[in-house]
């Protein structure tokens, strides 16, 4: 796997290649240009992360280049290396932006170590380019969707702390959307031009979270062959969104709160302290309070991180807000799907308005993908729904009878299944005959 994008501006064709295959070896992909001209060309088709150049090319200077690129790409780092040093070049170079300024010749032992760490230093500045581009004012709190009371208490909340620093508890259930508020609450404070590292800590084991969180030493454990960052030094200056914080472990849960009080961390295998400057805000679906009883989370910490407390109310609690949620889901969904659908019947907001929705935003808007996908006109209809939503909709008198409550639950099964009636014959403990029987006697 590529490691990078390396150009190497030489016009000794000879020495570049050299140069470029020293690098390749390394796992780095190579571009080539023997002027300033080819070079800029390249940069027009290309994310190009680190530049080695000479200083003295046929059309250009390597210093003057240094600034041009900056100016237009400033995420890439430049490295000028001259066959015979000079110290005012050389400063003017660094003031230009250049990473460092190196002699041929008698610097090789430098390379390879210089250029991995102007790498590392280009890839998290691309990663942070991407992420701004990425959020891109999508995530503020006018973009949130919805008008219902509970909805804007949240929002509300949300507004009047993030212009400070404190940290921030989101509470709700899954899918509720604690992740846009973390965004929107990033969005409006003071590091809003700084990184957002999301972090979904049920997502990794303990050994392997601690090396994410807060990176690790050359040697630490095996496997580990240089010194690697955490998301707290990537989030430096900004904010870390530490999601399902109640699914972290709780030998972790001493170090993050190391962090809250001292704004410092260990990376694995250092004995070192590493200082950091990050807003924290995490998220929960749990009742933190009922796993400190349980011994799974510790108190101290609950109270460091619910310094500010907004609960996020779940889709049953905000059905007003529905049908605008639907049309945003099916604007965003339809393009991108090369579907041409406008508009949502009423039948079918009124079955989403019945429906209860234990997966909340999320499970709507998946809901909505799959009508889009299943839809041949301009117009969402019920049709288009999964079955045990149109079956809510049958009415009192119908839910009344056995053989009704036995469609529904047969329905319900074969949506869990995806449709795989093996399985669910199995989970409903009958033949497979007997099921496909049942389908055409109920005409599912």
Request: include cysteine; hydrophobic fraction near 40%; aromatic fraction near 8%.
């Amino acid at each position: 796997m590529a490691k990078g994008n390396i150009l190497v501006i030489d016009d000794e064709e000879q020495l570049r290649k050299l140069l470029s295959r020293l690098l390749s070896l390394e796992g780095y992909t190579l571009f080539e240009a023997g002027t300033v001209r080819n070079a800029l060309k390249l940069f027009e088709k290309e994310d190009i992360h680190v530049v080695l150049s000479d200083v003295k090319l046929p059309d250009g200077n390597g210093v003057a280049l240094v600034e041009t690129i900056k100016q237009k790409y400033p995420q890439t780092e430049l490295i000028l290396l001259t066959a015979y040093g000079n110290i005012s070049d050389g400063v003017q170079a660094i003031k230009n932006g250049a990473f460092d300024y190196i002699t041929k010749g008698d610097d090789n032992n430098k390379i390879m170590p210089l250029v991995s760490k102007a790498m590392d230093k280009a890839l998290l500045q691309f990663r942070i380019r991407d992420l701004e581009k990425k959020i891109g004012g999508k995530y503020n709190f006018d973009n949130i969707i919805g008008d219902s009371s509970a909805i804007r208490n949240a929002i509300n909340l949300a507004r009047k702390v993030a212009p400070t620093d404190v940290t921030v508890l989101l509470l709700g259930e899954t899918g509720a959307g604690k992740e846009v508020f973390a965004q929107a609450i990033h969005a409006a404070s003071q590091r809003s031009a700084e990184p957002f590292v999301a972090v979904n800590c049920s997502a990794f084991s303990k050994e392997i979270l601690e090396s994410e969180l807060f990176g690790h030493k050359a040697g630490a454990y095996t496997g580990a062959v240089k010194d690697t960052k955490g998301f707290f030094e990537e989030a430096r200056g900004g904010t870390i969104f530490l999601d399902e914080i109640g699914e972290m472990a709780i030998e972790l849960q001493a170090k993050l709160l190391r962090v809250l009080e001292t704004q410092s961390f260990y990376k694995v295998g250092e004995s070192k302290p590493t200082q950091t400057d990050v807003r924290i805000i995490a998220a929960t679906n749990r009742s933190l309070e009922e796993e400190i009883n349980r011994g799974n989370f510790r108190a101290d910490l609950f109270y460091r991180l619910s310094a500010f407390q907004v609960r996020l109310p779940s889709l049953q609690e905000r059905k007003k807000d529905i049908p605008a949620l639907a049309r945003f889901f099916l604007q965003q969904v339809s393009p991108k799907l090369n579907k041409r659908i406008s508009r949502i019947s009423d039948a079918f907001l009124d079955a989403l308005q019945q429906h209860t929705w234990k997966g909340n935003i999320r499970e709507l808007r998946n809901v909505i993908e799959r009508a889009v996908i299943l839809s041949e006109g301009d117009t969402l209809d019920v049709n288009a729904l999964p079955l045990d939503f149109r079956l809510e909709d049958e009415g009192e008198t119908a839910t009344l009878s056995l053989a009704a409550i036995e469609k529904r639950h047969i329905a319900r099964v074969l949506h869990y299944t995806n449709g795989n009636k093996t399985k669910a014959a199995e989970i409903l403990q009958i033949g497979l005959t007997t099921l496909y029987n049942k389908l055409k006697e109920y005409g599912l």
